[in-house]
């Protein structure tokens, strides 16, 4: 397991009770480099959506155990935030609960002369995602051609 994971791991395990006390779900969390600087992020949701104030309370409670642990080797910056509109599908709960919903999918090399996919979420398992498209046709994607499967949002 790279150090990257590790540090994700850990942090997960420290963030569960804490958002599942209030009520909220632990989304994801990712240790990132963004040019010159390490970010700790923790995403956090709840019906009826995150507040400033949600997030406030989180973020005071893994700060302090974070300081107290110190397992993370690197500076960085923590970030505890809502996972936003376009929030990425990656886990078994994130495909689950968006069962029925339009999804948009970019994949790494063109597909039918495409890389950008809509539809609704018809089908997963541990390596396929299956859409319905607009058409009515079903299309099917090994998750290894993805590189990016989130909700679709129109404006």
């Given at each position: 397991?790279?150090?990257?994971?590790?540090?994700?791991?850990?942090?997960?395990?420290?963030?569960?009770?804490?958002?599942e006390?209030?009520?909220?779900?632990?989304?994801?969390?990712?240790?990132?480099?963004e040019?010159?600087?390490?970010?700790?992020?923790?995403y956090?949701?709840?019906?009826?959506?995150?507040?400033?104030?949600?997030?406030?309370?989180?973020?005071r409670?893994?700060?302090?155990?974070?300081?107290?642990?110190?397992?993370?080797?690197?500076?960085?910056?923590?970030?505890v935030?809502?996972?936003?509109?376009?929030?990425?599908l990656?886990?078994?709960k994130?495909f689950?609960?968006?069962?029925?919903?339009?999804?948009?999918?970019?994949?790494?090399?063109?597909?039918?002369?495409?890389?950008?996919?809509?539809?609704?979420?018809?089908e997963?398992?541990?390596?396929?995602?299956t859409?319905?498209?607009?058409?009515?046709?079903?299309?099917?994607?090994?998750?290894?051609?993805?590189?990016?499967?989130?909700?679709?949002?129109?404006?």
């Amino acid at each position: 397991m790279s150090k990257r994971e590790i540090y994700e791991q850990k942090t997960e395990e420290i963030l569960l009770p804490i958002v599942e006390e209030y009520g909220f779900e632990l989304v994801d969390v990712e240790y990132v480099k963004e040019g010159s600087t390490w970010y700790l992020r923790a995403y956090i949701d709840k019906p009826g959506g995150i507040n400033i104030d949600d997030c406030e309370k989180v973020s005071r409670r893994l700060s302090d155990i974070l300081d107290e642990k110190d397992y993370i080797d690197d500076a960085y910056i923590m970030e505890v935030s809502s996972p936003g509109l376009g929030r990425p599908l990656k886990k078994e709960k994130d495909f689950k609960r968006s069962l029925g919903e339009e999804v948009e999918i970019r994949t790494y090399r063109m597909m039918d002369k495409q890389k950008e996919f809509f539809g609704i979420l018809k089908e997963y398992d541990d390596s396929t995602v299956t859409i319905m498209q607009e058409d009515e046709t079903l299309k099917t994607f090994a998750k290894s051609d993805i590189a990016l499967i989130r909700l679709a949002f129109d404006f």
